[in-house]
């Protein structure tokens, strides 16, 4: 017969608790990995972090709070504001929230943070509710035909560089499955320019946080003329040269209505130092790189202008006729709406998919992650459609008609 006390079948056993043994070993780090810790953060996240610190700071003065450290009512009232907003998706707020989190952390005098529970449920309710809504909010894809038409809208805008601005962008990043920050963060030495297409360098790529470097091609259009990156990319850099855009700034700028460049230095924008203080004269080369990027609710804002411009161009069309042409995105006055800068990006998957590029190359350039849910959610609407037997039926038809 045991001599221990039988425990029944569901009974919690509380086992005391034996705090660890801590040695001067646990507490060591090796100046080698100091080294790594001092020089791991990559640039372009480094840029990330300031910009986000630099929001955050500018949100708290206009507000009269204090930015650091602030308290846990501050960052409540941060995060409502950026979901009440209705300009942030759930990513979005979730990065802003870590970066404020983590800059609170690493420079308050005591090292605190303020409370993050109520804050992290906050984001985890918008994100639900966020992914009930989104297929409703997906950007309709910009296909060949809208594109062209778009483009088409540039070369008939009347303001000085504007249009020239706006087609490259288009183009470019129509071409290039660019995400809107990649178009934002674009400088000058990052695009060379050759014949026969464009050499392009990113860095800083979401799923590269290593800080490797992303090189791509885009080649000429010689089949299409009006779509051609090279030749929309040699015109705006043309028009740039004229107005001495700075070439170690960002690519696609603000211009003003004289069609010069425009610096975005106010009371608001002005960089800040890491406690709050508006710098005067000490701003840096870093600080004016920032600065000159437009962020990435104005490349949304243009590429959505130009949608909405160009369908007044095919308006006189019937809707049949409309999908007859080939468009998708201008289709109708609810698409043409509804076009953000993620319908330039995967109507240049989509374009690669229908010539049968393997996927896994799309991917690769467009980066998006190993079995992203986005990836696998744009590749499976291709391959319904280039499956399904009255495509086929449909092609075959057509092709009798030709002939």
Known sequence: ?????????????????????????????????????????????????????????????????????CTTATLIEYVGWMILGGVYDPNT????????????????TEHTRPGTMQTTKMIADFRKTRSATSAKKQSPTVLEPDLEKMLVHCDEDTRRGVGLRDAAMLSVGWHLL????????????????????????????????????????????????????????????????????????????ALDKAGRLQVRLTPQTRPRHRDGRPKEDEISREDWLDLSYLSNETVTAIVK???????????????????ELGYNALLNEATAKAVTAQGIRVGGASALRAAYVPEDQIAEMADWQKDAAAMRRHFHKIRIRQLSPWAAARADRLDRQKT
């Open 178 to 253: 660019s995400r809107r920050i990649d178009l934002a963060r674009l400088v000058p030495t990052s695009v060379v320019l050759h014949a026969d297409g464009i050499a392009v360098r990113l860095v800083g790529h979401r799923s590269r946080e290593d800080g490797s470097g992303f090189e791509a091609w885009i080649p000429a259009r010689d089949d299409a003329p009006q779509l051609c990156p090279v030749h929309r990319m040699r015109a705006w850099l043309d028009y740039g040269r004229m107005i001495h855009m700075p070439m170690d700034q960002a690519l696609f700028r």
């Open 305 to 323: 202008a130009r949608a909405k411009l160009s369908f007044l161009s095919v308006l006189h069309l019937t809707e049949e006729q409309r999908a």
């Open 93 to 108: 707020v979730s990065a802003y929230h870590s970066t404020v989190v983590t800059w609170q952390e690493r420079e308050s």
């Open 1 to 69: 017969m045991s001599t221990e006390a039988e425990v029944m079948d569901g009974e919690v056993v509380e086992m005391p608790f034996v705090a660890p043994k801590y040695t001067a070993a646990d507490f060591v780090i090796t100046e080698d990995v100091v080294r790594l810790l001092t020089e791991s953060n990559v640039e372009s996240t480094d840029r990330n972090y300031r910009a986000r610190v630099g929001m955050f700071q500018r949100w708290c003065a206009d507000r009269g709070r204090v930015a650091l450290p």
